[in-house]
């Protein structure tokens, strides 16, 4: 039972853009850095944002995060096939412990 | 370059513990700023987060798994371990163990930066 929303799924065409939102509350994202990974089929999960909106070294500036407030947004510019897979969010909370989202599945159509 | 490597059964009786270790190569587990973490994945589901261990052994657990979990580090052999007792079917996951890195100077700034493969673990009879 994760604390943090996310929309199932997301869809788009390739070269769109798609964003994906992460709901949360003054416990966790009100108060807390947001990082975001992408988890492609069968693999394990990567970091792609921290800190709310940095990216690590080799993550191409395509993906973008933002935070406002209790909410944090993923976004993914020039959508490609490769980019197919699942997304979740991830903060830490006031019960002294890490939470993920439920997770977003995005496809390009 | 930072590698880990989650090893122990992949079958697990109910009721049961469940023990698995995560070996960290290419680095030192006793580095400033990072914790050491257990992530897991039932199939078709989402992450949860089981807990977090510092090498000098301070802890964070998952409320909701606390009275089930231990996490402990080996810095010697560059490794932590979960141990996860009275196992259920509900506790057939992928495990993931990951490294916790702190970005700034408090818990408010984490991020999980690298990840073991994850190994699969199916509690039954």
């Known amino acids: 039972q994760s604390v943090l929303t996310q929309p199932p799924s997301v869809s788009a065409a390739p070269g769109q853009k798609v964003t994906i939102s992460c709901s949360g509350s003054s416990s966790n994202i009100g108060n807390n850095y947001v990082s975001w990974y992408q988890q492609l089929p069968g693999t394990a999960p990567k970091l792609l944002i921290y800190d709310n909106n940095k990216r690590p070294s080799g993550i191409p500036d395509r993906f973008s995060g933002s935070k406002s407030g209790t909410s944090a947004t993923l976004g993914i510019t020039g959508l490609q096939t490769g980019d197919e897979a699942d997304y979740y969010c991830g903060t830490w909370d006031s019960s002294l412990s890490a939470v993920f989202g439920t997770g977003t599945k995005v496809t390009v159509l | 370059q930072l590698q880990l490597q989650e090893s122990g059964p992949g079958l697990v009786k109910p009721s049961e513990t469940l023990s698995l270790t995560c070996t960290v190569s290419g680095g030192s587990i006793s580095s400033s700023s990072y914790y050491w973490g257990w992530i897991r994945q039932p199939p078709g589901k989402g992450l949860e987060w089981i807990g977090s261990i510092y090498y000098s052994g301070s802890t964070y657990y998952n409320p909701s798994l606390k009275s089930r979990v231990t996490i402990s580090v080996d810095t010697s052999k560059n490794q932590f371990s979960l141990k996860l007792s009275s196992v259920t079917a509900a506790d057939t996951a992928v495990y993931y163990c990951?490294?916790?890195?702190?970005?700034?100077?408090?818990?408010?700034?984490?991020?999980?930066?690298?990840w073991g493969q994850g190994t699969m673990v199916t509690v039954s009879s």
């Open positions: 990951a490294r916790d890195w702190i970005t700034g100077t408090t818990r408010a700034s984490t991020a999980f930066d690298i």
